[in-house]
Structure formats: C-alpha cells, structure tokens
C-alpha cells in the first residue's frame, strides 16, 4: 500500500499512519468507465516561449516533468492548428486570399516554439498521441474577415478549400514526425468568440464533415465530433448531426470541455461504441489558487465517470499573471518568472491522477461516504488506484478495505489499495 497526499501547504507527502478508528466506509465496485489514453495538455504558442526563455537545464527540468514517467507522465496532447488565444498573435498557415489550391500552405511559424516543444516531449514519450482542432480558418476564408468572430464562407469552393487546409496540416506534421491521431473539425463551433473562432450552425457542421472533411482526410486520420463547451446542447448540436449515417458511421469519437463535461455520459448512453475526451480545462483567473485545483478534481472525476477516454488540461506553463493575447489571465501547471520555475495547485492535482493511474486503467464504481470526492481505478497492472480529495475544513477519517486514512484538510490524496 502506498499512500500520497498534499496540501497547500505540504506538497507529495508519503504517509504511512492509519487511524485506529473506523471512518465511514467508501466501498469500491465493478468497472464502470472506459479503458484510459492517458493525461494530457496543448501545445500552446505562448506557454512554449515561457520554457525558451530559460536556461537549457530548466527547460529539461520541465520537459522531464511534463511528459516522462517520473512526472505527469502526459501522453495524450493536443495541438492548434495555426493560432489559438494563447498564440503570440494571430496566424494562420495561409494567409494568400483566394488560394484555394493552397500552394502557398505553411507551418514554419511553428517550427519557432510549437515543433520544438513537441519533439521534446517525444524525447521524453516515444509512443505519445496527438489530436488537433483549428480555432479559425484563415479570414479570407470567413465572413467577416477576422481571426476572431465570423463564420466560414459556405460555398462549395471555400468547403473544399478549407478541408485540403487541414489535410495539408496532417501531412505536414507528419512531415516532421508528429503523427495526429484525430482531428476536431472546429474548437467550441457553437461559439462566437471575442479570440481566434468560428461558428458553426448543426446543419453547418453536418454539411462540411459529411460533404468535405470526411472524404477529404479520413484516410490519414480519425475524426472526431467536436468541441463542444456549453452545457445543455447535446441533443439540438451533437445528437442532431449524428443523425447522419455518414457522419455516425465514419467519426470514432467526440470531444467535450468546460460545462459540456457534463453531457458526456449522454452521449455514451446513446452511441457506446463511440469514444469520449476532456479536452480542455477551466481555466482559472491566473491566481492558481488552491479551490481551484480542487474544481480540476472534479472535472477530471466527472468526466471519467460519464465514459471519458482521456483527460486534457490547458496551459502547462504561463509567465506570471498567465495573460492571454486576448487580455484574459488564465492558470497553468508551471509558472515562470524572471527565471524561476514555480509548481502551481493544479500541478499536484493533475499528478495525484496522471502520476499513477496507467494508460489502459478503467474507472471502478465507488458507494458510500466520500464517494463524490473519490475516483477510483484499476490499472492494467491490477493495483487499485484511489484518487481522494477531502474538501473540506477538517480532517476526514475515511475506510477502505478494512483501512483508515485519516485525511488532511483541503487535501488530495492518492492512495494505492
């Protein structure tokens, strides 16, 4: 048995104490979730200049804890394709107007911070998978012609276009030995965002997976439905465009983030053969405050509960403040400043999941006391893994398995059965 539990004050401490006296019981059953990809964040341009900025070692300090074993472990990572709020500045990968061949496509911009980044993770994880998703088509591609706001031009040339943009995108990181596992046609296409966007009626999504993308690029990647980021859409978005046989049969999954997190259980009630991702955390005010570490817990367990594959964070490293381009200031695991590396809350809550629960895990029903602030799994190794928080003031004596934990205030714990 091993036990792991931080507070804000006390940081990956190893306890071995037991309390004599029982607690209430957390009683852990049968497998109820989905077998487990992995832990994982995006590739964000701003983030990727933070790490640069350091001295080689503390780069590799970082890179190591990210994405190697001994660390987060991240295996499963997500990738912009061309800008996102956290790119330096907006850009796409062809800004020629009326290029429709797209003779002109480029990713050199991203060969200053993003590639390089990326190929340091699969130093550290040879067999790491990446999914991408765009946030703007180019504007001369949209009506009106902004990085944020608008719509794609819906005519059959710009349609056509545009899915050689992201088969073009596919191929040239491949080019460079990134392979991406699947792509989202759109992130938050229910969205008219003030950052690089672009919105998407149902019918319009329907229109361009099942006409264009599908045909275009299903022979070089999965794709995906998504994302989506607002709760209470699930039957007039995604359940309205899987009515389309094409699109049903063809696509391998969906991706769901912030308040869409809860609609993923229903989306695995009626299409179980499909596949589910978190793929982007709330993010925070760039406090990093310890409370909401504790919300990414229970982003993290509600979204394994409702049938998720994965779990993805957002920004893993920010200069202090975590400003936007945008001007929103945001959390992120690392911070940076003047030279300094600082480990934020959210860090730790992300590694008391992603330190120990193994790709190939699946989540164990859990009943009883505490059973809201518990996620359990069962790794493919058989070990138990029992992630904890005690979210409140005072201390929790807590039973599992004929074993008492007395857990600390405002604590996560990990506890290996």
């Known amino acids: ?9 006390e940081k990956w401490s190893e306890l071995n104490a037991l309390s004599e006296v029982k607690g209430e019981e957390l009683k852990i059953g049968k497998a109820i979730g989905e077998e487990i990809y992995g832990f994982g964040a995006c590739f964000n341009e701003i983030g990727m200049k933070a790490i640069a900025s350091l001295p080689e070692e503390d780069q590799n300090e970082i890179y190591d804890e990210l994405f190697s074993e001994e660390g987060l472990g991240f295996s499963y990572n997500r990738i912009s394709i061309a800008a996102n709020d956290f790119a330096e500045d ?59 706001y608008g719509k794609l031009v819906q005519t059959g040339e710009n349609l056509k276009a545009y899915a050689l943009y992201l088969r073009k995108f596919v191929e040239e990181y491949a080019k460079e030995g990134i392979k991406i596992s699947h792509l989202y046609p759109q992130n938050e296409f229910l969205c008219d965002h003030k950052f690089p966007s672009c919105q998407y009626s149902a019918e319009e999504m329907e229109n361009f997976l099942a006409n264009y993308l599908i045909d275009e ?13 607002w709760y209470q859409f699930y039957m007039q978005i995604y359940g ?21 997190t809860h609609e ?22 760039g406090q990093n405050k310890w409370d909401h570490a504790l919300k990414v817990f229970e982003i993290y367990r509600r979204s394994f509960k409702g049938g998720a594959n994965a779990n993805v964070y957002w920004n893993m490293v920010l200069a202090k403040g975590g400003l936007s381009t945008w001007g929103w200031h945001q959390n992120s695991l690392f911070t940076v400043d003047n030279g300094e590396i600082t480990r934020n809350p959210e860090y730790y809550a992300v590694k008391h999941f992603s330190y120990f629960v193994k790709k190939g895990a699946v989540m164990l029903k859990t009943e009883g006391a505490h059973s809201t602030s518990s996620a359990v799994f069962k790794n493919p190794d058989g070990n138990i893994v029992a992630v904890i928080v005690n979210p409140y003031e005072k201390e929790k004596i807590l039973t599992i398995q004929n074993n008492n934990f007395i857990l600390k205030p405002m604590s996560f714990n990990t506890i290996i059965l």
């Open 264 to 285: 993923i259980g229903l989306f695995k009630e009626d299409y179980p053969n499909l596949k589910a991702v978190q793929t982007e955390m709330e993010c925070g005010d």
């Open 90 to 148: 907006w850009y796409s990968y062809n800004d020629t107007k009326g290029d429709y061949e797209m003779k002109n496509f480029s990713i050199e911009r991203d060969k200053q911070y993003i590639i390089p980044a990326i190929k340091e993770a699969q130093k550290r994880c040879p067999k790491m998978a990446f999914f991408a998703s765009p946030w703007s088509p180019p504007t001369w591609m949209k009506y009106p012609q902004a990085c944020n």
């Open 240 to 260: 309205k465009i899987l009515q389309n046989e094409k699109i049903r049969n063809s696509i391998k999954g969906a991706g769901f983030q912030w308040s869409a």
């Open 1 to 9: 048995m091993k036990w792991i539990s931080t507070t804000e004050n």
């Open 217 to 229: 690029i299903g022979d070089l990647c999965e794709i995906w439905l998504g994302t989506n980021c």
